[in-house]
């Protein structure tokens, strides 16, 4: 699959945020599952379940590098906009600093602003 480091376009990814996207990647499906199971939400499934199959294939050299920063920002603004909203910690804030964990990291190690 095209993912753009043939032409130079994005840096190659380094071992340890392919580390960081699995985890991540886990983290978003057990999020949607226990989201579904808890509270009927298949929001929660379907968002969780296309967020870790986005952070998987990235960790797996299938997708461009920059979704691994472009899907934990998507996730990050959705759930700190719940977060400002509820002001209840569990599971919004809790998911959006986890998110912007994980994007701080990509942009650092892609190094995208050197």
Do not use: D
């Not at 945020?17 to 989201?35: K, N, Q, T």
């Amino acid at each position: 699959m095209f993912t753009g480091r043939e032409f130079g376009l994005t840096p190659p990814m380094t071992p340890s945020l392919s580390i960081v996207l699995w985890i991540y990647a886990a983290l978003m499906l057990a999020g949607g599952l226990m989201g579904f199971l808890k509270a009927g939400s298949r929001a929660s499934l379907i968002a969780g379940g296309t967020c870790a199959v986005i952070a998987a294939l990235t960790a797996a050299y299938q997708l461009p590098n920059i979704l691994a920063v472009l899907c934990p920002f998507v996730v990050a603004a959705m759930m700190g906009r719940r977060f400002l909203g509820s002001k209840k910690f569990m599971p919004a804030g809790l998911t959006a600093l986890i998110s912007i964990g994980v994007m701080a990291y990509s942009v650092i190690a892609l190094r995208l602003f050197h």
